[in-house]
C-alpha cells in the first residue's frame, strides 16, 4: 500500500510541474490555479498516508481525509470555473459544504470511531461534490467533444462512489483502503485511472479552452464584440456556398451611422465608443437567428441574411433601421440614426462577398445622398 501511495504522489507531483509550465504562461487562468492548489493538496494528502503511523491515528484519520476532501473541493472548482459556471451561490454553497463535510466527519471519528460510517459518508459527499460540474458537462449544448466525455467520467466517478457507499453498508469495513482483498485491489486501480484520467483531462480541458479564447480573439471585434471584417467574410462565403446548393437567396446590408465623425468631435471618442457597442447589441438582439453581423472598420458594418430574399431582407432592414432610429441609450442621452444600403441575389458559385459589398456599398452611398437614415436597394439586386 506504501508503494501505491507514493506512485499516487509521484503522478499528483507530475501533474503539478506540468501545471506549473503552462501556469507560467497563464497566470491569470483561475481554473488552473485551482486545480495547481488541488493538486499541491492532494500530493501532500496522499503522502502523509503513505506514512501514517507516524502520527497518531486520531489526528493522521480526520487531518488527511479533511485535506484529501478540500483539494477536491479545489478539483471541482477549477471543472466548474473552466465552464465558466462557478457563479457566486454555488461559491457559497460549496464553502459550506466543505465545512460540512470536516465538522461531520471529524464527530463520527471522536464520536463514534466507526470505519463503515466514515467510508459510507465520505464516499456519499465525495459523490454530491462532483456529481455537478459532470452534469454541467453533460448537458451544455455547446461542450466539446472532449468535455462530454471528462463529464461521463466524473459521472462513472460518482456513481463509482455511490456504489462504495452501497457495498459498505453491506459488508462492514471490507471498502477501506486497508483492508486486503479484491475490493482494494479495485480500489487502487480505480485511484490510478482517476488519476491520469483527471489529470491529463483537465490540461486539455484548460488548454481547449485557451484555444477558443485565442480564436474568439483573432475571430471578433475587441470593441463591438461581433464578427470582424475576415471572420465575416469567410462565415458569409461559407453560407454563400450552402444555400447555392439549396438554390436559395442572400441578402448583404451594409451600413454605418449617420455624421459618426461628428459624435466624436462633440462629445468625445469614448461616447463614440459607446454608441458602437449599442448599436452592435440592438442589431444583434434584433437580428436574432435571421443572420450575423460584422463589423468593416470604423463605423461601418455589414449584416448577411442567408436563404432572406429582397423583400424579407428590405423588410428586416428597415425594421432595424426604425429601431435604432428611436432607440433611448441609458448611458448617454443621444440619438442617432443609420443609412443602410441593401443588395440581394440568387446565390450561386459566382458569388462572391467583395461583390456584394461594393453593391451595398453603391447603395449606401445613395442613402447618404438622399438624406441619410433610410434604406437603399441595389438596383442590381
Not at 1 to 13: A, E, P, W
Not at 102 to 114: H, K, T
Not at 286 to 307: S, T, V
Not at 338 to 359: D, N
Request: net charge positive; hydrophobic share 45%; aromatic share 14%.
Amino acid at each position: 500500500m506504501q508503494t501505491v501511495f507514493i506512485s499516487i504522489v509521484i503522478g499528483h507531483v507530475f501533474t503539478v510541474i506540468l501545471v506549473s509550465a503552462y501556469r507560467h504562461q497563464h497566470m491569470k487562468d483561475t481554473a488552473v490555479n485551482w486545480f495547481f492548489v488541488s493538486r499541491c493538496l492532494q500530493s501532500l494528502a496522499w503522502g502523509f498516508l503513505a506514512f501514517r503511523n507516524v502520527l497518531p491515528e486520531s489526528v493522521t484519520v480526520p487531518l488527511l481525509n479533511s485535506v484529501l476532501f478540500t483539494g477536491s473541493v479545489f478539483e471541482t472548482i477549477a471543472l466548474l470555473r473552466v465552464q465558466n459556471v462557478f457563479t457566486r451561490k454555488v461559491r457559497k454553497f460549496y464553502l459550506w459544504f466543505t465545512l460540512f463535510f470536516i465538522a461531520g466527519f471529524m464527530s463520527i471519528y471522536y464520536l463514534f470511531n466507526n470505519e463503515s460510517l466514515r467510508i459510507v459518508y465520505a464516499s456519499l459527499c465525495t459523490s454530491v461534490l462532483i456529481i455537478y460540474p459532470a452534469y454541467r458537462m453533460l448537458t451544455n449544448r455547446k461542450a466539446s467533444t472532449l468535455m462530454r466525455i471528462m463529464g461521463f467520467f466524473y459521472g462513472l466517478v460518482s456513481l463509482g462512489l455511490i456504489g462504495r457507499a452501497v457495498m459498505e453498508a453491506e459488508v462492514f469495513g471490507h471498502m477501506s483502503l486497508f483492508y486486503p482483498g479484491i475490493y482494494q485491489v479495485l480500489q487502487f486501480m480505480s485511484l490510478y485511472f482517476i488519476m491520469i484520467l483527471g489529470n491529463t483531462g483537465f490540461i486539455l480541458l484548460a488548454k481547449e479552452r485557451a484555444d477558443d479564447h485565442l480564436m474568439r480573439l483573432a475571430s471578433y471585434d475587441d470593441l463591438t464584440e461581433v464578427l470582424n471584417r475576415r471572420s465575416f467574410i469567410q462565415k458569409a462565403e461559407a453560407d454563400v456556398k450552402i444555400m447555392a446548393n439549396q438554390g436559395g437567396p442572400v441578402s448583404f446590408i451594409l451600413f454605418d451611422i449617420d455624421d459618426y465623425k461628428g459624435i466624436n468631435d462633440t462629445y468625445g471618442h469614448d461616447v463614440g465608443d459607446q454608441v458602437l457597442k449599442y448599436l452592435s447589441r440592438l442589431v444583434q438582439e434584433k437580428l436574432g437567428d435571421k443572420g450575423y453581423l460584422g463589423r468593416y472598420g470604423g463605423d461601418e458594418f455589414a449584416i448577411f441574411l442567408p436563404g432572406m430574399n429582397e423583400t424579407e431582407a428590405g423588410e428586416m432592414a428597415e425594421q432595424l433601421r426604425a429601431s435604432i432610429s428611436i432607440a433611448k441609450p441609458a448611458r448617454f442621452s443621444l440619438g442617432f440614426t443609420v443609412s443602410m444600403g441593401l443588395v440581394s441575389v440568387p446565390a450561386s458559385r459566382e458569388t462572391r462577398i467583395s461583390q456584394l459589398y461594393q453593391i451595398s456599398d453603391q447603395a449606401l452611398y445613395e442613402a447618404k445622398r438622399c438624406g441619410r437614415n433610410q434604406v437603399v436597394r441595389s438596383k442590381s439586386s
